[in-house]
């Protein structure tokens, strides 16, 4: 996860214990320098653009949590502003706003959300696909059907109106789910791989080119919750879409979930039979989403 996503964590943290003196005493000089040095560059091109907007990469670099790369191959070059990253710096830039105890720095942080909202919604909104740009440059603008975009809905401050974020969850859905986790890549497109296996070539070749992974279901699962406004028909939705799982528990690495699976039918297992972040993003999914609302009905 990218240094914006320590805000994230610092953010969850906050729900589960309200500690702001924690944060204001041991967090906030750190949560300030992630920001200023996203501002002013750092290495590898990351720094902030003239529209507030982070850009990052150079030719030969892979930054995102789509890193494969085989000898000189980068299977999935996002040189330029990913969808994910700008999400994650507008809800950091949102949180320390927040927290901010002095009145020029809330103003400051609150300004640069703005901008960074504004030129978010006109520079990645994809019109024809009804969904997100993955990554865009000065050159192009990447058009694959890829679920870094669910990180825009499901995050505590998202920048998207509610209609918006619901054609996000839509094409999502009709596109990348595949029922233990969401595809790298949307079958549709011709790069995709529906099956991970063989020597190092093929699996890399497959890692973010159509394979599912376990922990984009738990943002999907919050995403699809938000966007229908917590309504008993999504609490309803959520407890199925998680329903599978429990027959993986039983099923390959007893007791745990895979990393990653085929992203064509039947969805087999592979990778790491034990993956953290699979494991966490389901749990905490499962908690906030299902549990949560089971306990505030009783």
């Given at each position: 996860?990218?240094?914006?996503?320590?805000?994230?964590?610092?953010?969850?943290?906050?729900?589960?214990?309200?500690?702001?003196?924690?944060?204001?005493?041991?967090?906030w000089v750190t949560m300030r320098e992630i920001i200023h040095y996203y501002r002013v560059g750092t290495r590898f091109g990351i720094a902030m653009d003239r529209d507030g907007l982070i850009k990052a990469g150079t030719p030969g670099l892979q930054l995102t949590w789509m890193d494969?790369?085989?000898?000189?191959?980068?299977?999935?070059?996002?040189?330029?502003?990913?969808?994910?990253?700008?999400?994650?710096?507008?809800?950091?830039?949102?949180?320390?706003?927040?927290?901010?105890?002095?009145?020029?720095?809330?103003?400051?942080?609150?300004?640069?959300?703005?901008?960074?909202?504004?030129?978010?919604?006109?520079?990645?909104?994809?019109?024809?696909?009804?969904?997100?740009?993955?990554?865009?440059?000065?050159?192009?603008?990447?058009?694959?059907?890829?679920?870094?975009?669910?990180?825009?809905?499901?995050?505590?401050?998202?920048?998207?109106?509610?209609?918006?974020?619901?054609?996000?969850?839509?094409?999502?859905?009709?596109?990348?789910?595949?029922?233990?986790?969401?595809?790298?890549?949307?079958?549709?497109?011709?790069?995709?791989?529906?099956?991970?296996?063989?020597?190092?070539?093929?699996?890399d070749g497959a890692y973010h080119q159509g394979t599912a992974w376990s922990w984009l279901l738990g943002h999907f699962v919050t995403a699809y919750r938000k966007v229908f406004d917590y309504s008993p028909e999504s609490f309803l939705t959520a407890r199925l879409l998680l329903a599978?799982?429990?027959?993986?528990?039983?099923?390959?690495?007893?007791?745990?979930?895979?990393?990653?699976?085929?992203?064509?039918?039947?969805?087999?297992?592979?990778?790491?039979?034990?993956?953290?972040?699979?494991?966490?993003?389901?749990?905490?999914?499962?908690?906030?989403?299902?549990?949560?609302?089971?306990?505030?009905?009783?």
């Amino acid at each position: 996860m990218p240094l914006c996503g320590y805000f994230y964590a610092v953010q969850n943290n906050l729900a589960y214990t309200e500690d702001y003196s924690f944060v204001q005493d041991h967090l906030w000089v750190t949560m300030r320098e992630i920001i200023h040095y996203y501002r002013v560059g750092t290495r590898f091109g990351i720094a902030m653009d003239r529209d507030g907007l982070i850009k990052a990469g150079t030719p030969g670099l892979q930054l995102t949590w789509m890193d494969a790369k085989v000898g000189d191959w980068v299977v999935t070059p996002r040189q330029g502003k990913p969808v994910e990253i700008n999400a994650l710096w507008y809800n950091a830039l949102m949180l320390m706003s927040e927290l901010a105890e002095n009145p020029d720095q809330q103003k400051e942080y609150s300004k640069l959300a703005v901008t960074v909202n504004r030129n978010f919604l006109s520079l990645f909104w994809n019109e024809e696909k009804q969904c997100f740009f993955d990554v865009v440059d000065d050159a192009n603008k990447d058009g694959r059907v890829r679920p870094n975009q669910i990180i825009a809905v499901s995050l505590p401050y998202s920048a998207l109106p509610q209609k918006m974020a619901r054609a996000v969850v839509k094409r999502v859905f009709e596109e990348l789910y595949a029922v233990y986790g969401l595809r790298s890549l949307s079958p549709q497109d011709q790069q995709f791989q529906r099956h991970y296996g063989g020597d190092q070539y093929h699996r890399d070749g497959a890692y973010h080119q159509g394979t599912a992974w376990s922990w984009l279901l738990g943002h999907f699962v919050t995403a699809y919750r938000k966007v229908f406004d917590y309504s008993p028909e999504s609490f309803l939705t959520a407890r199925l879409l998680l329903a599978p799982m429990k027959d993986h528990l039983r099923d390959h690495g007893v007791g745990t979930i895979s990393e990653i699976f085929d992203g064509g039918h039947p969805f087999t297992p592979r990778g790491c039979f034990a993956q953290a972040w699979g494991v966490a993003e389901i749990l905490r999914c499962y908690l906030e989403d299902v549990e949560k609302e089971k306990l505030l009905n009783l």
